[in-house]
């Protein structure tokens, strides 16, 4: 098989690295891992990676990435395939930098005649509620509909649908948004949840895929997440596998966040929003989805297993509420 060369948006964040581990040993791919900072600790740790290639650009500007796709056509193969994962620019902030950073990505990889284009979006219940959407969940909606549109002028694309991050619950940010859920959410409320490496083990299934069998995942959507369970459900299962309790600062402050707060109101009430989707049947297409995804990756985690992984091990993630990483992309990209 010839080699191909993909192009990795968002190479340096958790989907990023997971899915350049997973075609670690995979000799027909070489990586093109896209950074504005090769210099980067980040980066520098991707060089150690071999048939990686650290590529600079910016992909606030249309011609810094046209000169990526250029560069790559030049030096012979051009760009075959492009994982994209956008940065998440924080709970309540303005998405339009992302929007605008997919379309133009998108756009050109049709241009330049990508064979294979992944993007790494959100799952939200379907695509009913796609009009009352805000900020990054209605960035990734947008960028899905342009994907669509381009997908009958030839580019074939997959759209992936990560659930909320099991990452979430990670450090002093993740006791608050279990004290926020726990508050905030009905006690039969389910959570889609996913471990954010399976993300791009689920990506690295689509390429390789597509390598023998190009229309197995065109103009496909996969609904990522490793199980759906409550937040207490999640609760029972911590304290079972790590015998002690999931990290949580008292529920009244939870409560406190959700009347003074309306990032966590948003938050709460996206969750809310897509159980009652999944359970009115406004997801005809979910378990479709989730067999296409157990396809491209067999083995996905469940919150068990999760746990367990984490359980010998001390995660400090300080950052400010406003970096929380729910359902997009710890991306890195990601606030799933």
Known sequence: MSQKNILVTGATGRQGQAFISALRDCDYF???????????????????????????????SEASIRSVFENARSNGGGIWGVFCVLAFPGLGVNADSEE?????????????????????????????????????????????????GLGSHGLAWTILRPGFFMENYEGIVGAITVSVLKAGLPKDTTIQLVCVDDIGHVAAGV???????????????????????????????????TGRDLPSVPVFVGEILLAINGHTQGLVADIKRVHRARITGECPDEDGQMAATRQAYHDMTTFAKWAELRSGSSVNRSQGWNRLQSESSCQDGSSR
């Open 207 to 241: 390429f390789r895929a597509s390598c023998q069998d190009p229309a197995l995942y065109a103009f496909q959507i996969l609904l990522v997440a490793g199980e759906v369970s409550t937040i207490f459900e999640q609760e029972d299962v911590f304290r079972r596998r």
């Open 30 to 60: 070489d990586i093109l891992a896209l950074t504005r900072n090769p210099s980067s600790r980040k980066a520098k740790w991707l060089v150690s990676e071999s048939k990686v290639t650290i590529i600079e650009g910016d992909l606030d």
């Open 100 to 148: 605008r950073q997919g379309k133009v990505l998108a756009d050109i990889s049709l241009e330049y005649g990508v064979s294979c284009f992944v993007f790494s979006s959100v799952e939200r219940g379907g695509d009913s509620s796609d009009d009352v959407l805000m900020l990054d969940r209605l960035a990734k909606a947008r960028i899905e509909r342009h994907l669509r």
